[in-house]
């Protein structure tokens, strides 16, 4: 066989084993949700999504009582009590207890913000972030606490508030043993002990976790009242009061508690 001939039968021969590969096409998603209009591409998906809407929790932590409705939701929890961060960022060396954390993580360097909302032209890092914003304007909130009957836009927010129901405070500050029902709130705590990422007032030595609180708290230091209410003749240093003040003007009582109508 010639070299001609075996570069035609090794090309026929490639060929051959393309046709043989599985279809690698992205399947349609003909399976719709009538409950939010997700859609799935296949049935098996559909059914898994309900279940958050029929709002059974079958799985739960024996930890801290948080509750789940799949298992694999709990194991993937699991992994907080746990300590382990198997995942960490080349660039910073923040570590994660699961990979997609690493890779929402990651965009954060980048700085690129690829998806924007069509009708505020806010952007965000990523798809799901872009759809959790676009129900805000939607209005659409499918997930309620089945506690107190409060909605939300988005599972994760349910999953949080249900935390105030139980009254359990897992996380614990080993440093001064505060506790807190959130992991967020307790690394943003233990901050001011190590004074790490903190914002120090250079008026009075306060630390904050946020530079907005920092920001917020530099009012106090001084005596001007810029933000002036135009309803009546009251003056606030900062914009957040001045908000709060002009409510009682509008009568709206937009505070409601969360066991009863008051």
């Known amino acids: 066989m010639t070299s001609t001939q075996e570069d035609q039968h090794g090309a026929r021969s490639q060929r ?3 046709a043989d590969k599985p279809h690698r096409r ?3 998603k003909t399976y719709s949700c009538d409950e939010c209009g997700k859609n799935f591409s296949g049935a098996g998906h559909l059914k898994a999504h309900k279940l958050i ?8 932590c024996e930890l801290c009582g948080k509750s789940f409705t799949h298992a694999g939701s709990l194991k993937t929890h699991k992994l907080i009590h746990s300590g382990i961060k198997a995942y960490s960022c080349e660039l910073c060396g923040k570590s994660f207890t699961q990979p997609q954390g690493l890779k929402s993580h990651q965009l954060s360097h980048s700085g690129i913000k690829a998806y924007s909302c069509e009708l505020c032209g806010k952007s965000f890092k ?5 759809y959790r914003h676009q129900r805000i304007h ?5 997930y309620s606490c089945d506690q107190c009957g409060k909605t939300f836009s988005c599972s994760e927010n349910l999953q ?3 935390v105030v129901h139980t009254g359990i405070k897992p996380y614990s500050c080993d440093i001064c ?3 807190f029902r959130w992991l967020l709130s307790r690394n943003n705590h233990v901050r001011i002990h190590t004074k790490n990422d903190v914002y120090c007032c250079d008026q009075c030595g306060k630390l904050f976790v946020r530079y907005k609180d920092l920001e917020r708290h530099m009012f106090t230091h001084t005596e001007e009242r810029p933000y002036k209410c135009d309803l009546c003749d009251k003056a606030f240093k900062d914009p957040h009061s001045l908000k709060s003040h002009q409510q ?13 109508e008051v």
Not at 53 to 60: E, Q
Not at 126 to 130: F, K, Q
Not at 138 to 142: A, T
């Open 160 to 162: 949080l508030h249900q």
């Open 53 to 60: 809407h029929s709002g059974i929790k079958a799985y739960s």
């Open 248 to 260: 009682i003007h509008t009568r709206k009582k937009l505070y409601k508690c969360s066991y009863c």
């Open 16 to 18: 051959s084993q393309e």
């Open 126 to 130: 990523t798809v799901g972030h872009l």
């Open 138 to 142: 939607s209005g659409f909130k499918p």
């Open 177 to 179: 043993g505060k506790t």
């Open 26 to 28: 992205k399947r349609e």
